[in-house]
């Protein structure tokens, strides 16, 4: 083997940014490198992109199939792994039927796994019971951005932010989450664009901003509906827009009618005239771009959220050009392509309707097999239906729900309940550790495919090294599962051809091929005839959906809030140098010593009150478990709030979280729960879960 240098993609978050990987010529990676003429990252990688090597290291690696045996996994080989596993699924598909059993695809794989892993559930299980992380994530945007514009996606590109003259960031923290463009963003207000900042907690662009709105947690749609209410009564809106491009407007003015700023004071939390400002900034502003996140998708009211934000910028007439728009900051390097592939219960590759005969025929044909029929279970539906016994088998990637899902006891529980679990992964995670069979799955450095990033990029990666010990990328074992299933509807000889495949279902994409998306530094879907150098915004001329739908929402409370027995109320956030569970960039020696293993954050008056030190060791209580970590004091949160990152096992947050859910989306309020804390004696070291429950 040679050294050699690779252009790649991060794999980390949904910015997408340039990479060059370097290898040893020994299996290894040995440099990482900023792409500088990248679109979008132009040149800069945040620290989680710089220690992707650590992140797939072999040394961390899963290298061979396991077995469960008792309390221990032994090593088998692919061909008994297969066998067993497909007798095992075929056993449960004759005694319980299709909807018993289910696939969680990854939205840190490959659009070329994601296709194939729906196409697996769809074609080989007969299931819809197909889903991923984007359930607990933006699934409040496919379903309120479709309702109201006909497509659940950004609308606008990255480059708009220098081209605008307002920024508004509704419940996202990109300096820590969308780091490069968190970047890009101060770029911008330090050229002169105004930044406004709607978050419960003061976080790095808040400190930053010209107006932040600090409104109490869940209280989104409340503040936005006072947003239009001023807007409206002042004659701000766009009128010409409205009536051009627009259905609705009646309705929702005489909804917001009596929700002045004023009223909605005590709700919020915030002062009305502040609301003031903010709604006179944005809706008159020339160009003003909304850019949003888990703090508006994360809750009960998830999808009715997204609704008004797009109401919002419908009425000022900012969406269709650039600088405008309403982008959801979509979060992992590839849900974005994992929710167009169709790894979603309801819908086919390109959103196409499960549920319509039609879809299902053309499927059908296209695939030469039958197609499930009946409607499939979520992410949570599935786990819940494992419980009550409905639910038996699970093929799961790249995900760890163990600590990333909501109520961790009652996760636990239900993937002990299935009588099958299959898990493909990189490395040992807590899920895995759960699992009968476990199969070594292949990292982005060592497989080819695409990543769509949040603007709808669809982005080249290219293996720079051979995957270690006998680990396969992810639509090559499905593939092999299906073949010794006896099924011949995967049939790829390489990601090449499942992306031809995929392309040619797929209306947005039908105009994309390996060669044109190299040619490009990738394409922006839609990409067909009509657009075959791809769209950089959105909805110019029409929506997909004619005129758009301006629809009235209510605000609604959160489901648990704080109460006499557990009287402070706990968001989760996440924190610059780690991502997700953590299995990829707690790997790395640089970004674990940058933070301890677990944190709560709690200010300064109720340390006082409850004599919690700084980085003394607090319990953590709520109605579904408890935790113990240290303290944080800061005035980042208010009086009554505390927050704590979701990225480590040893002190999952997701212990305490609660799984109250949107009834559109099934979203559960991952951002909001009633908590008891209590300092413990400063000698005690705080007691890691995983280390007191029992493991299998
Ligand atoms: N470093 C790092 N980067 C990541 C990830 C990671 O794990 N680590 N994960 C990736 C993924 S999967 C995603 S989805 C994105 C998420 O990126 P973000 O959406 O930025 O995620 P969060 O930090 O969970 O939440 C965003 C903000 O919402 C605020 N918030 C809480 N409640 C409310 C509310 O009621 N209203 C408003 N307006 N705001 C509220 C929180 O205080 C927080 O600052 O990040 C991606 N990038
Ligand atoms: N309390 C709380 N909980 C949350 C959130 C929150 O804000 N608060 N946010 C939620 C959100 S937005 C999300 S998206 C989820 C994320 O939850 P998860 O998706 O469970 O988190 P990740 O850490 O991204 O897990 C991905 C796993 O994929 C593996 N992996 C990476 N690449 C590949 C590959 O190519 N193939 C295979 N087979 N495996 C691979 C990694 O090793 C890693 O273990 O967490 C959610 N949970
Ligand atoms: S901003 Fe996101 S995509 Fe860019 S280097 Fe950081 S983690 Fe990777
Ligand atoms: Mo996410």
């Known amino acids: 083997m040679h050294s050699r240098v690779v252009k790649t993609v991060c794999p980390f978050c949904g910015v997408g940014c340039g990479m060059y990987l370097t290898s040893d010529g020994q299996g290894n990676v040995c440099g990482v490198a900023p792409e500088q003429d990248h679109p979008i990252s132009l040149g800069k990688l945040c620290e989680k992109g710089w220690s992707s090597v650590y992140a797939i290291s072999p040394d961390n690696r899963i290298h061979h199939p396991l077995k469960r045996k008792r309390d221990r996994f032994v090593t088998i080989s692919w061909d008994q792994a297969l066998a067993e596993i497909s007798t095992f699924l075929q056993d449960i598909l004759e005694e319980s039927g299709p909807q018993a059993v289910g696939v969680i695809s990854s939205a840190r794989a490959t659009n070329e796994d994601n296709y194939a892993a729906?196409?697996?559930?769809?074609?080989?299980?007969?299931?819809?019971?197909?889903?991923?992380?984007?359930?607990?994530?933006?699934?409040?945007?496919?379903?309120?951005?479709?309702?109201?514009?006909?497509?659940?996606?950004?609308?606008?590109?990255?480059?708009?932010?220098?081209?605008?003259?307002?920024i508004v960031v509704f419940g996202a923290d990109p300096t820590e989450n969308h780091s490069v463009l968190g970047g890009q963003i101060i770029e911008a207000k330090l050229a002169g664009a105004t930044l406004i900042v709607v978050d419960p907690r003061v976080t790095r662009l808040a400190k930053l901003a010209d107006i932040h709105l600090q409104l109490k947690p869940g209280t989104n749609i409340a503040l936005i509906n006072a947003l239009l209410h001023e807007i409206i009564s002042n004659d701000w809106h766009d009128r010409d827009f409205i009536d051009n491009r627009c259905d609705g407007f009646y309705a929702l003015k005489s909804n917001v009618e009596k929700i002045t700023p004023e009223s909605v004071a005590e709700i919020t939390g915030v002062d009305g005239p502040l609301i003031r400002q903010a709604a006179e900034r944005y809706s008159r502003a020339n160009r003003a771009m909304i850019l949003y996140g888990m703090g508006i998708t994360q809750f009960v009211s998830g999808t009715n959220s997204v609704i008004a934000l797009a109401d919002l910028a419908l009425i000022c007439g900012h969406i269709g050009k650039p600088g405008t728009g309403i982008n959801p900051l979509r979060g992992q390097n590839n849900v974005q392509g994992a929710c167009d592939m169709g790894c979603l219960p309801n819908v086919y590759p390109g959103y196409q309707l499960a549920d319509e005969v039609d879809t299902q025929q053309w499927f059908a044909a296209a695939w030469g097999d039958d197609v499930a029929t009946a409607p499939g279970l979520t992410s949570l539906g599935m786990t819940k239906a494992a419980q009550a016994g409905d639910f038996r088998a699970q093929i799961l990637f790249g995900e760890d729900p163990v600590v990333t899902d909501p109520d961790q006891n009652h996760v636990r529980a239900a993937y002990k309940a299935m009588d099958l679990l299959v898990v493909a992964e990189l490395t040992m995670t807590e899920t895995a550790k759960l699992a009968d069979y476990i199969l070594p799955a292949a990292s982005f450095a060592e497989k080819a495919g695409t990543f769509t990033n949040c603007e709808r990029r669809v982005q080249r990666i290219n293996p720079v090294i051979p995957p270690p010990g006998e680990a396969m990328g992810d639509w090559q074992w499905l593939q092999a599962l299906a073949e010794a299933m006896g099924s011949r509807v995967l049939n790829w000889h390489s990601s090449e051809a499942v992306f031809d495949e995929m392309a040619s279902l797929t209306p947005s994409y039908q105009g994309m091929n390996y060669q044109n998306l190299d040619r490009n530094h990738g394409l922006q879907w839609p990409c067909n005839a009509n657009a075959p150098q791809g769209t950089a915004i959105l909805h110019q001329q029409q929506f997909p959906i004619g005129r758009a739908r301006l629809t009235p929402v209510h605000y609604v409370p959160i489901d648990e809030p704080a109460d006499e027995l557990f009287p402070l109320l706990l968001t989760t956030n996440r924190l610059h140098f780690h991502y997700g569970c953590g299995s990829m960039s707690r790997k790395s020696p640089l970004l674990e010593r940058e933070t301890p293993p677990g944190i709560l954050f709690i200010n300064p008056q109720d340390a006082s009150a409850l004599s919690i030190q700084l980085y003394g060791p607090v319990g953590v209580r709520s109605r579904r478990g408890y935790i113990e970590t240290r303290a944080m004091i800061t005035e980042d949160v208010q009086p009554g709030l505390v927050s704590m990152p979701y990225h480590f096992k040893e002190a999952p947050s997701n212990q305490l979280t609660n799984t109250a859910q949107d009834p559109v989306t099934k979203m559960p309020e991952l951002k909001a729960c009633a908590v008891a804390v209590i300092a413990l004696p400063v000698d005690h070291i705080p007691s890691a879960v995983w280390q007191l429950k029992e493991e299998p």
Request: hydrophobic fraction near 35%; aromatic fraction near 4%.
């Open 118 to 166: 729906q196409k697996f559930a769809r074609a080989v299980l007969k299931t819809n019971n197909v889903d991923h992380c984007a359930r607990i994530c933006h699934s409040p945007t496919v379903a309120g951005l479709k309702q109201v514009l006909g497509s659940g996606a950004m609308t606008n590109s990255t480059k708009d932010l220098f081209d605008t003259e307002v």
